[in-house]
Every structure is written in C-alpha cells, then in structure tokens.
C-alpha cells in the first residue's frame, strides 16, 4: 500500500510540473536516459511543456514514440 502511494504521488508531482519528479519517473519508468534527446514544444500560452517520449532501440539508437506527455510548467 505505501508503495502505491508513493508511486502515485511522485506521478502527480510529475504531472503538475514537478521537473525532478518527470525526470525520475521518466528514467524508471519509460527508459528514459539522460543523454537521450527529448524534444520540448511550448505552445503559445507558455503554461504547459509537451515531452515527446522516445524509444531506445537494440541498437543502441533512439526514435520518437507516438507519446507525448503535457506537464505543467513550474510557475517562476
């Protein structure tokens, strides 16, 4: 039950811009790795980031998924 909790928060955190809470969840979750590129578009309102989730391949290469993640932007 705590680990629920835990994991559930972290994801809300994440989702309402919290950027170590994305980046954490990101790597353990998604694959996500530091030195892959992520592509960052900020729409026109400025309020919200949308993260395009990519894909290690065998490889050892990257391509982008059809997933894109919209968080909200920390407030200065």
């Not at 030195?35 to 960052?40: F, I, K, M």
């Amino acid at each position: 039950m705590a680990i629920a909790d835990v994991a559930s928060s972290l994801y809300e955190q994440a989702k309402s811009g919290n950027i170590q809470a994305a980046k954490f969840y990101l790597k353990t979750q998604a694959g996500w790795r530091e030195d892959a590129p992520v592509e960052l578009s900020q729409p026109d309102d400025d309020r919200t980031w949308k993260i395009q989730i990519m894909r290690a391949k065998e490889d050892e290469t990257i391509e982008p998924t059809d997933r894109v993640v919209e968080v909200a932007r920390p407030i200065s």
